[in-house]
């Protein structure tokens, strides 16, 4: 069994772990509002649009629910089940995503989110498993940018753009990417 993990130098930087072809994606941050707040950012629709960039949100939230998005600059559309729904600790669903040419397997990987009251605060932890590793390195610097957004959009400051952003962290990821 081949397993590999890359961190990237910073504290809100994530990991990827590789492990016999398949990726496991992990940040944390703490973010400084209750858990709450960040829960209603994580699924409202509303709030998706802005830091997410969804053009195309559907929740049917309860476990066993659904999920559906049209979201990313590429416009990517994933759907799943709900697994996990317990708000606002912890929000779990698969994300499929159908083959489509920058994707020509398609995806069908899980997503789980978990908030941690700390004091007035929250910490997050966002872990996206199962993943292409292809995808995975190609997702980690996007992951990381949408998070930076999510701050941003808790904090009431301007979002940062998601193609700069993008572009600046992807070069950092790619240099520490794990060989496996």
Known sequence: MKAATQKLPGPAAGTVAMNEGLATLVFERTLAHPPATVWAALTDPRELREWFLATSVKIDGRPGGS????????????????????????????????????????????????????????????????????VAMGFVAGLHAFLDRLEAQLDGAPLPDWMQRFGELHPGYAANAPEC
């Open 67 to 134: 999920i559906e998005m049209l979201a990313g600059p590429p416009q990517i559309r994933s759907t799943g089940r709900i697994l996990t729904w317990d708000p606002p600790r912890v929000l779990e669903y698969e994300w499929k995503v159908a083959p489509r040419p920058e994707h020509p397997d398609g995806e069908d990987s899980v997503v789980r989110w978990e908030l941690t009251a700390v004091g007035s605060s929250t910490r997050l932890k966002l872990t996206h498993r199962r993943l292409s590793e292809a």
